[in-house]
T-cell receptor, first 110, second 112 residues
Framework: GQNIDQPTEMTATEGAIVQINCTYQ??????LFWYQQHAGEAPTFLSY????GLEEKGRFSSFLSRSKGYSYLLLKELQMKDSASYLC???????????FGAGTRLFVKA | KAGVTQTPRYLIKTRGQQVTLSCSPI?????VSWYQQTPGQGLQFLFE???????NKGNFPGRFSGRQFSNSRSEMNVSTLELGDSALYLC???????????FGPGTRLTVL
């Protein structure tokens, strides 16, 4: 079967660093996405990993290990506006079918 | 460049009715995917269309169907609505050869 696991909720403090983990088991692998979704809004693209290693983009970094079926999203210098759900999504084989995890709700407190 | 647009934004229906949702992709995007999002379930893939052809289909019953027109606009239809169909339905478009999807604001469907 195909499965993506993420923690349901996380809480962190403004200015801190938080790491959101994602593990996956899918039939084939063509890349992994992280999306941010604020309540009541559509998901927006954060990062894309297809090769092992770390991709850094400003305060956000994403890491991938294909052999371990594992990724994480690292958020630095947390801001209140980072309170949102973070969705891990894997592109399987057979075209562009994208499988999403249930999302991790991040609460940033002052 | 205009983003992905979806109509209507909100919809209330009763059990047994049918509904049609519309999605207009970003200009130049020919791939359109549909997702159902419910609390706790995350985004569930419904289907993907490219050049008027369905390329992939998720594990939803036959009551859920879709189509794509020659201008890449897409519609999805749900017949014989059930209470459990209440959800946010998201449409996403992408360029040929790109894995990055751009999401519309969604249609929130409530079935009473």
């Amino acid at each position: 079967g195909q499965n993506i696991d993420q923690p349901t909720e996380m809480t962190a403090t403004e200015g801190a660093i938080v790491q959101i983990n994602c593990t996956y088991q899918t039939s084939g692998f063509n890349g992994l996405f992280w999306y941010q979704q604020h309540a009541g809004e559509a998901p927006t693209f954060l990062s894309y990993n297809v090769l092992d290693g770390l991709e850094e983009k400003g305060r956000f970094s994403s890491f991938l290990s294909r052999s371990k079926g594992y990724s994480y999203l690292l958020l630095k210098e947390l801001q209140m506006k980072d309170s949102a759900s973070y969705l891990c999504a894997v592109i399987g084989t057979g075209g562009f079918k994208t499988i999403f995890g249930a999302g991790t709700r991040l609460f940033v407190k002052a | 460049k205009a983003g992905v647009t979806q109509t209507p934004r909100y919809l209330i229906k009763t059990r047994g009715q049918q509904v049609t949702l519309s999605c207009s992709p970003i200009s130049g995007h020919r791939s359109v995917s549909w997702y159902q999002q419910t609390p706790g379930q995350g985004l569930q893939f419904l289907f993907e269309y490219f050049s008027e052809t369905q390329r992939n289909k998720g594990n939803f019953p036959g009551r859920f169907s879709g189509r794509q027109f020659s201008n890449s606009r897409s519609e999805m239809n749900v017949s014989t609505l059930e209470l459990g169909d209440s959800a946010l339905y998201l449409c996403a478009s992408s360029l040929l050869g790109s894995n990055e999807q751009f999401f519309g604001p969604g249609t929130r469907l409530t079935v009473l």
